[in-house]
């Protein structure tokens, strides 16, 4: 699956929490799909944290370039 696409990615996550949830799998198939999302978390977090690098505010501060981390929070 392709690191850059961060939806696909949420949306397989989604499929197989309710595959996980829906309690029709046996313990084999359970075990395969929880790896599964283990891996497509870790990729989404990933790219979540790639992401929140990029993330950053340049300013031009008198006649200086200052780059500052983007606060989620402002």
Do not use: P, R, Y
């Not at 829906?22 to 990933?46: I, P, R, T, W, Y």
């Not at 979540?48 to 505010?57: F, P, Q, S, V």
């Amino acid at each position: 699956m392709s690191k850059d696409n961060f939806e696909e990615s949420m949306k397989k996550l989604e499929e197989i929490v309710t595959e996980l949830e829906n309690g029709n799998l046996n313990l084999d198939e359970s075990v395969s799909k929880f790896e599964e999302g283990m891996k497509l978390a870790k990729q989404c977090n990933h790219i979540l944290e790639d992401a929140e690098k990029k993330i950053t505010i340049l300013l031009e501060n008198n006649g200086e370039i200052k780059e500052e981390k983007f606060d989620v929070e402002q």
